[in-house]
């Protein structure tokens, strides 16, 4: 028996990726879920990672409550007066 990998090998260059911000003691992360089941347990886990791997971090929550609206501008507001990064999620 011959075993076939189906993964084809990758044609692109990876390239790495760089933060817009770099996570230092003080910053504070808006952790956002649209509203889909377990976008708030994911993030629940994405907060222990980041708490894990970066001292001083603080993080605030936020939930859109509904996949299918936008953000609104008073969350957006809150958002940016209140962090300096964000994390968006999803769940399914």
């Known amino acids: 028996m011959e075993f076939?990998?189906?993964?084809?090998?990758?044609?692109?260059?990876?390239e790495p990726y760089e933060l817009s911000r770099q996570l230092e003691p003080g910053t504070t992360i808006a952790l956002?879920?649209?509203?889909?089941?377990?976008s708030v347990a994911f993030l629940d886990h994405v907060e222990a990672s980041l708490g894990e791997a970066f001292e001083g971090l603080?993080?605030?929550?936020?939930?859109?409550?509904?996949?299918?609206?936008v953000v609104s501008d008073e969350m957006m507001a809150d958002i940016k007066r209140e962090c300096q990064a964000v994390v968006a999620a999803y769940g399914h």
């Open 32 to 38: 956002l879920a649209n509203g889909y089941p377990d």
């Open 4 to 14: 076939l990998d189906p993964r084809a090998e990758p044609l692109a260059v990876p």
């Open 58 to 69: 603080s993080f605030r929550r936020y939930d859109k409550g509904n996949a299918s609206v």
